[in-house]
């Protein structure tokens, strides 16, 4: 100790704490692992809190920032998987009761389920127990050849970066590989509903919503009603609320409020998906029009006999020059519940086909050779999904107005998926949670005699 006094190293015999991490004896890392994780319990808490009056807010806060704050302690320290499960269990039994208002215990299956990434069925709220050994042995990997230059006292040696972005690659490949696996396992032993709802969610556009910043200025917000029922559409877990009967008549689901058109929530469903589409156009094409109408048959024939031969057919959107320079093209838009009763049996990729052919019969010859137009049917779900051909309609729509507005195409990409993400959903929350009795019948003010009303109604003055 006398050696060390006057040169300013700091000796111990317990540890010392090191670039937001630490470094000692077993005994010393555990005491900091638990303070550490006592002080992440009670942040668990605070945003347990927030999420049930904002979940949509908490969630982001949860998958973009807190769950990184343990991140950096699992990768230098290792064996702490069991000093992180009070951690788990806050998150399980706490903070996701709060953020879900589920009536029903999370199980391991479900815990699994919420743990997977979005873009395969999750909601990426990682577990810090599962994860710490393989974050701890990525880290080592990682760090191993500056680890032997160091304990060389190489100097003027440099690592390979090329070999280290390549073994970054293959971890992140061996990660997703594992997450597959695990999704698949959870599929052999969750419900079939549950499954094809899950399929349904890693469509492209399904969770553009849950991924992005609840920002109110830009529309990218729900409230705590939308985002808990907008996670139970998600993976079709019990609505709360709902009457037993619909209006029209038929006993009510979520799967009913989906289809039902008493109410017209149904065309505004739809007539929001045109009208954001339209407004795209616009930035990119001239003459763009909402419901533009065909030109009327003088004895043409057409090629399918469901084809729509009335003189005032219509289609929902029509660009002039989208596809093809001076020529106009026609676009128009179905959105259908995957979970109809007529889709059970087919596989979602079929059930896309099926309605893009439904489609090209409808109006594509006739387009094609009166009118001398393109015709492309944009196919959603009422999640999010994109059929094939919508894909590339959009792929191309990003291309058109990345160029001309001199921003990233991925950029754009981004943007036009969350909004499309967003006018589904809150479609679809409509479609669930509005009412569907009809107006009452306004009165008549024209000519009307206040004074006789008033006396023949009886009406005090």
Request: with cysteine.
């Amino acid at each position: 100790m006398r050696l060390f006094r006057d040169s300013g190293v700091t000796v111990t015999k317990d540890g010392q704490r090191n670039l937001g991490a630490v470094i000692g004896t077993p005994e010393f890392k555990q005491k900091y692992v638990e303070e550490k994780v006592s002080e992440w319990v009670k942040e668990v808490g605070v945003l347990s809190d927030i999420a049930k009056t904002e979940p949509h807010a908490a969630y982001s806060a949860f998958t973009h920032g807190l769950q990184h704050r343990w991140s950096f302690v699992k990768r230098p320290i290792p064996v702490i998987s069991r000093l992180l499960r009070p951690l788990e269990e806050s998150i399980r039994k706490t903070f996701l009761p709060a953020l879900l208002k589920t009536k029903f215990i999370i199980g391991n299956d479900v815990r699994e389920l919420l743990s997977l990434p979005p873009r395969l069925g999750g909601m990426g709220i990682t577990s810090p127990e599962k994860m710490a050994e393989e974050e701890n042995r990525d880290s080592i990997h990682l760090t191993r050849s500056l680890t032997e230059k160091i304990i060389a006292q190489d100097a003027k040696g440099e690592t390979d970066q090329n070999a280290v972005l390549e073994l970054k690659k293959t971890m992140s490949r061996n990660r997703q590989n594992a997450q597959v696996e695990r999704l698949q396992h959870l599929k052999d032993v969750m419900p079939i509903d549950t499954v094809k709802k899950i399929h349904i969610a890693q469509e492209t556009g399904a969770s553009n919503w849950l991924t992005c910043l609840p920002i109110r200025a830009k529309g990218f917000s729900l409230n705590k009603q939308e985002f808990v029922d907008a996670v139970a559409l998600r993976y079709g877990w019990p609505v709360e609320g709902l009457p037993k009967t619909c209006v029209c008549g038929d006993p009510n689901s979520v799967d009913h409020t989906m289809t039902c058109k008493k109410g017209g929530f149904v065309c505004i469903r739809h007539d929001e998906v045109r009208d954001l589409t339209a407004s795209m156009l616009r930035e990119v094409c001239r003459d763009v029009t909402t419901e533009p109408t065909l030109l009327p048959l003088n004895g043409e024939h057409v090629q399918y006999r469901t084809a729509n031969t009335t003189n005032d057919a219509r289609v929902d959107v029509s660009a002039r020059g989208f596809w093809t320079r001076g020529q106009r093209a026609f676009m128009d838009i179905r959105i259908f519940d995957p979970m109809a009763a007529c889709y059970q049996r087919i596989p979602l990729e079929a059930a896309h086909q099926k309605n893009e052919r439904e489609k090209i019969r409808s109006y594509g010859d006739r387009i094609r050779n009166v009118d001398h137009g393109t015709f492309t049917p944009l196919v959603f779900t009422t999640s999010g999904g994109m059929g094939p051909k919508a894909k590339c309609f959009y792929s191309r729509l990003a291309d058109v107005i990345a160029e001309k507005k001199h921003q990233p195409r991925s950029h754009v990409v981004a943007w036009m998926r969350c909004r499309l993400s967003f006018s589904l959903l809150r479609s679809a929350l409509l479609c669930l949670r509005g009412t569907r009795y009809s107006a009452p019948t306004t009165i008549d003010l024209d000519g009307l005699n206040y004074q006789a009303t008033v006396v023949e109604s009886g009406i005090l003055v």
